[in-house]
T-cell receptor
Framework: GAVVSQHPSRVICKSGTSVKIECRSL??????MFWYRQFPKQSLMLMAT?????????EQGVEKDKFLINHASLTLSTLTVTSAHPEDSSFYIC????????????FGPGTRLTVL | QQQVKQSPQSLIVQKGGISIINCAYE??????FPWYQQFPGKGPALLIA?????SEKKEGRFTISFNKSAKQFSLHIMDSQPGDSATYFC??????????FGQGTELSVKP
């Protein structure tokens, strides 16, 4: 199956700083990437959908100025959490979907963000 | 309309038993129903998936049963093993490839 990587796997930062998380599709071209957030013992909640070369589409209630998403190439999307606060601490997971006919979303291993 | 309801929240099964997890949905426009397995601290991994024009799909010990008229689908894990202990999520695909996840079921298989 297709492989999606995330970097870093875990990050600890101080309140008020910004953190960038990378999501890469290693062996296929991802026309669409999705970003999810998962709190402990809870389900995955979609934050935004990004298509290569286009602006991301954010889900209702997700602040687009706080969670900046860039999908500059067919293999890389980044999520930047700006001015992070403790309530942003969560498990962030990306997924990638390929070209037409490639139906599955392939998930990355996740990034654990802890904001002190 | 966009919700997927999953039950039970947690499940304990003896080794060798059958684990059954159920999901229900309302939106008839959903066109793809995957099940994911997630271990602590890891991303979800696709286990098995089904389309609404199929009533059952089996892959090894894992079977999806799909009832289109009732808008329900379920995952059956036969001969459950301790290594199957994980959290399982059902999902349904909406427009633009967006996945709607169920609430998750924490499965524990006792030796």
């Amino acid at each position: 199956g297709a492989v999606v990587s995330q970097h870093p796997s875990r990050v600890i930062c101080k309140s008020g700083t910004s953190v960038k998380i990378e999501c890469r599709s290693l062996d296929f071209q991802a026309t669409t990437m999705f970003w999810y957030r998962q709190f402990p013992k809870q389900s995955l909640m979609l934050m935004a959908t990004s298509n290569e070369g286009s602006k991301a589409t954010y889900e209702q209630g997700v602040e687009k100025d706080k969670f900046l998403i860039n999908h500059a190439s067919l293999t890389l999307s980044t999520l930047t959490v700006t001015s992070a606060h403790p309530e942003d601490s969560s498990f962030y997971i990306c997924s990638a979907s390929g070209r037409a006919g490639y139906n599955e979303q392939f998930f990355g291993p996740g990034t654990r963000l802890t904001v002190l | 309309q966009q919700q997927v309801k999953q039950s039970p929240q947690s499940l304990i099964v003896q080794k060798g038993g059958i684990s059954i997890i159920n999901c229900a949905y309302e939106n008839t426009a959903f066109d793809y129903f995957p099940w994911y397995q997630q271990f602590p601290g890891k991303g979800p991994a696709l286990l098995i998936a089904i389309r609404p024009d199929v009533s059952e799909k089996k892959e090894g010990r894992f079977t999806i049963s799909f009832n289109k008229s009732a808008k329900q689908f379920s995952l059956h894990i036969m001969d459950s093993q301790p290594g199957d202990s994980a959290t399982y999520f059902c999902a349904a695909r909406a427009a633009r490839g967006k996945l709607i996840f169920g609430q998750g079921t924490e499965l524990s298989v006792k030796p």
